[in-house]
């Protein structure tokens, strides 16, 4: 057993290597390659992911996991050993289902869709990608349908990203966030608005950009084992654990789109390098899933980086950096700034409140596609009336309305966008977590130490990558099943002080 756990392994890291080598086409493409390579990069992506995709669904790795899977069920559950043959098995069995050649059309019509993406949402032309995203839409049923004997139609493509839940289970859980969010949103919204004018003053990218390294690498981050570059719609990827990296984009105009993004790719990052090393080249080396991924961006974003005790240090250093836009503004200012709650167009700017409002209008509207209820050229306008509807706004344009979000454009429909609000949950339990082990957490991080969280998030959850399913993972870092009420509870008594009702 041990020669055929070896043999397995060397077969995983052919697989492992050629799918990094597709994300390092991608970084590529959405960082410094020319308009020009796209149509080349979407038929190369296409070779390697046919390639990658044969060698995962090969005789010998299917004659390999029906010896071992005995063996690993013999072994302690929490071995690693018992933990890759399970991860390999469904690695296995879900790439079974679909031809190589179909993966192999669908990266190259992303990849190509991407490209048009990009050209399409400055120009404000959604007509230019529409048919792609019909394609889009077919291709996404399609994967789907290789998985036959779901309930919805998104249930396999969910099941991809954040194992274990369906479009019921997601529809429920965000009915009852939803009942906790309106009254909220509702309480701040009646106050008078927040003076956010100091975060819209001129603060040139260099020094933005040389801020946000700073404070990242305090967080944790390693640059030995990382970079940030400029992109589209910012990013983390990864090509090895050793080589794990983040993107962001800089407006001179508004502090917060660049620092918060940075952080945020950052949480991303900093979740891959803490995964054991050991699990390198296996299917174990990456997160357990998109919602577990998500939490740990949103943590460092939202429960740290848009903290009071964040801020308690680093705003001097802020204030160091830009004397002129900020000396004259005090810290509760600033703080208040930074948190101000106001319906707005843009998913990723949008406020801790009503965030998770954007992410449920997206997640609602992918699963009429799916159903075929709506047809992709109706979707800028049931785009703009869920958010009449939902945020009392409505985008004048497409280019901050439905081509926005790059996601669609460069992935399936379905699957994708539940993680975010998955994430925001877990993050204030992982975080709740952490403060009880930890009391001494918020203190430290007033002096500018991150060390005791980030330790407390590499040992109980990052170092174990994906050997657990992400029910599995969160019962065993918090002692208990995912659940609102941490999430809920602490939105409340931070914006509850910010805004009193």
């Given at each position: 057993m041990?020669?055929?756990?070896?043999?397995?392994?060397?077969?995983?890291?052919?697989?492992?290597?050629?799918e990094?080598?597709?994300m390092?086409?991608n970084?590529?493409?959405?960082?410094?390659?020319?308009?020009?390579?796209?149509?080349?990069?979407?038929r190369?992506m296409?070779?390697?992911e046919?390639?990658?995709?044969?060698k995962?669904?090969?005789?010998?790795m299917?004659?390999?996991l029906?010896?071992?899977?005995?063996?690993g069920?013999?072994?302690?559950?929490d071995?690693?050993?018992?933990?890759?043959?399970?991860?390999?098995?469904?690695?296995?069995e879900?790439a079974?289902?679909?031809?190589?050649?179909?993966?192999?059309e669908?990266?190259?019509?992303q990849?190509?869709?991407?490209?048009v993406?990009?050209?399409?949402?400055?120009a404000n032309?959604?007509?230019?990608?529409?048919?792609?995203?019909?394609?889009?839409?077919?291709?996404?049923?399609?994967?789907?349908?290789?998985?036959?004997?779901?309930?919805?139609?998104?249930?396999?493509?969910i099941?991809?990203?954040?194992?274990?839940?369906?479009?019921s289970?997601?529809?429920s859980?965000?009915?009852e966030?939803r009942?906790?969010?309106?009254?909220?949103?509702?309480?701040?919204?009646?106050?008078d608005?927040?003076?956010?004018?100091v975060?819209?003053?001129?603060f040139?990218e260099?020094?933005?950009?040389?801020?946000g390294?700073?404070?990242?690498?305090q967080?944790g981050?390693?640059?030995?084992r990382g970079r940030?570059?400029?992109t589209?719609?910012?990013?983390?990827?990864?090509?090895s654990?050793?080589?794990?990296?983040i993107?962001t984009?800089?407006?001179?105009n508004?502090?917060?789109?660049?620092?918060?993004?940075?952080?945020?790719?950052?949480?991303?990052?900093?979740?891959?390098?803490?995964i054991?090393?050991?699990?390198?080249?296996?299917?174990?080396?990456?997160?357990?899933?998109?919602?577990?991924?998500?939490?740990?961006?949103?943590?460092?974003?939202?429960?740290v980086g848009?903290?009071?005790e964040?801020?308690?240090?680093?705003?001097?250093?802020l204030?160091?950096?830009?004397?002129?836009?900020?000396?004259?503004?005090s810290?509760?200012?600033?703080?208040?700034?930074?948190?101000?709650?106001?319906?707005?167009?843009?998913?990723?700017?949008?406020?801790?409140?009503?965030?998770?409002?954007?992410?449920?209008?997206?997640?609602d509207?992918?699963?009429?596609?799916l159903?075929?209820?709506?047809?992709?050229?109706?979707?800028?306008?049931?785009?703009?009336?869920?958010?009449?509807?939902?945020?009392?706004?409505?985008?004048?344009?497409?280019r901050?309305g439905?081509?926005?979000?790059?996601?669609?454009?460069?992935a399936?429909?379905?699957?994708?966008f539940?993680?975010?609000?998955?994430?925001?949950?877990?993050?204030a339990?992982?975080?709740?977590?952490?403060?009880?082990?930890h009391p001494?957490i918020?203190?430290?991080?007033?002096?500018?130490?991150?060390?005791?969280?980030?330790?407390?998030?590499?040992?109980?959850?990052?170092?174990?990558?994906?050997?657990?399913?992400?029910e599995e993972?969160v019962q065993?870092?918090t002692?208990?099943?995912l659940?609102?009420?941490?999430?809920?509870?602490?939105?409340?008594t931070?914006?509850g002080?910010?805004?009193?009702?």
């Amino acid at each position: 057993m041990e020669e055929k756990l070896r043999e397995l392994k060397e077969l995983l890291r052919e697989v492992y290597d050629l799918e990094c080598i597709i994300m390092l086409l991608n970084w590529d493409q959405s960082t410094y390659m020319p308009p020009g390579g796209a149509e080349a990069r979407a038929r190369q992506m296409a070779v390697m992911e046919r390639l990658a995709h044969e060698k995962m669904v090969q005789p010998r790795m299917g004659r390999l996991l029906e010896a071992l899977v005995p063996y690993g069920e013999s072994l302690p559950y929490d071995s690693d050993e018992a933990g890759l043959i399970r991860a390999a098995q469904r690695k296995f069995e879900k790439a079974n289902r679909v031809p190589s050649a179909f993966m192999g059309e669908l990266i190259s019509h992303q990849a190509k869709t991407y490209q048009v993406w990009t050209e399409a949402r400055p120009a404000n032309d959604f007509a230019k990608v529409a048919p792609l995203l019909e394609k889009t839409l077919e291709m996404s049923r399609q994967l789907a349908d290789y998985f036959p004997g779901y309930v919805h139609i998104a249930d396999p493509l969910i099941d991809f990203e954040d194992e274990g839940m369906k479009a019921s289970t997601i529809r429920s859980l965000f009915s009852e966030l939803r009942e906790q969010l309106v009254p909220l949103v509702k309480a701040v919204t009646e106050q008078d608005p927040v003076e956010d004018q100091v975060l819209k003053q001129h603060f040139p990218e260099e020094k933005q950009w040389q801020f946000g390294l700073d404070v990242i690498r305090q967080l944790g981050y390693d640059f030995k084992r990382g970079r940030q570059d400029k992109t589209h719609h910012p990013f983390m990827t990864k090509f090895s654990l050793g080589d794990v990296r983040i993107t962001t984009r800089v407006k001179e105009n508004e502090l917060g789109e660049a620092l918060f993004s940075t952080i945020h790719e950052a949480g991303h990052a900093m979740y891959e390098q803490g995964i054991h090393p050991e699990y390198e080249g296996t299917p174990l080396a990456q997160g357990a899933s998109s919602g577990i991924h998500e939490s740990q961006s949103r943590l460092w974003e939202n429960l740290v980086g848009r903290s009071r005790e964040f801020w308690e240090y680093f705003y001097p250093k802020l204030q160091a950096v830009f004397p002129d836009q900020l000396n004259p503004v005090s810290l509760d200012s600033f703080y208040r700034a930074i948190n101000k709650v106001e319906p707005s167009l843009i998913r990723t700017d949008a406020d801790e409140l009503t965030y998770n409002l954007h992410v449920m209008i997206r997640f609602d509207l992918e699963l009429a596609l799916l159903e075929g209820k709506l047809a992709v050229k109706d979707l800028p306008e049931a785009w703009r009336e869920r958010y009449r509807t939902d945020l009392g706004i409505a985008p004048p344009d497409d280019r901050d309305g439905v081509l926005q979000d790059v996601h669609w454009y460069v992935a399936t429909i379905g699957g994708v966008f539940q993680g975010y609000t998955l994430g925001n949950i877990l993050s204030a339990q992982f975080y709740d977590a952490a403060r009880n082990a930890h009391p001494e957490i918020p203190a430290e991080m007033r002096q500018g130490n991150f060390y005791t969280l980030h330790h407390w998030l590499k040992e109980n959850v990052y170092r174990h990558g994906s050997k657990y399913t992400p029910e599995e993972l969160v019962q065993k870092a918090t002692g208990q099943s995912l659940s609102i009420e941490p999430y809920v509870r602490y939105l409340k008594t931070k914006f509850g002080q910010l805004y009193p009702w």
